[in-house]
């Protein structure tokens, strides 16, 4: 079991920034795992954001790609999103979520079957 908490969500004007942390456990019970953030806006489907793996591996959706970005502290406890020149349609839920495997290229487009999934972080843009 990966347990993964999300902070850092807010409301943030057009171009501003937020910084997305998420805290796990667990993970190091598995040999490969896929650690990312996923967003869901009301009334859309689960878009799958950004994603590193134990081989550090790191995937972005074309949406995001120059704007976003992964990282991983040192001890490998905590995950980040970097958002940077933020738009209102980036207003949703912001999940960090978890799963067994290595990334491939259709890891962002099948995250919302992935294992594990924090609770989400609110982030709203807008003037």
């Known amino acids: 079991q990966v347990q993964l908490v999300e902070s850092g969500g807010g409301s943030v004007e057009p171009g501003g920034s937020l910084r997305l942390s998420c805290e796990h456990s667990?993970?190091?019970?598995?040999?490969?795992?896929?650690l990312g953030w996923v967003r869901q806006a009301p009334g859309q489907e689960r878009e799958g954001l950004a994603a590193?793996?134990?081989?550090?591996?790191?995937i972005y959706a074309d949406s995001v790609k120059g704007r976003f970005s992964i990282s991983q502290d040192n001890a490998k406890t905590a995950i980040y999103l970097q958002m940077n020149n933020l738009t209102p349609d980036a207003t949703a839920m912001y999940y960090c979520a978890a799963d067994i495997g290595i990334i491939d290229d259709l890891v962002l487009r099948q995250a919302d079957v992935w294992r594990f999934w924090g609770r989400g972080t609110q982030v709203t843009v807008s003037s």
């Open positions: 667990g993970s190091s019970a598995y040999h490969s795992v896929i």
């Open positions: 590193l793996d134990s081989d550090g591996r790191i």
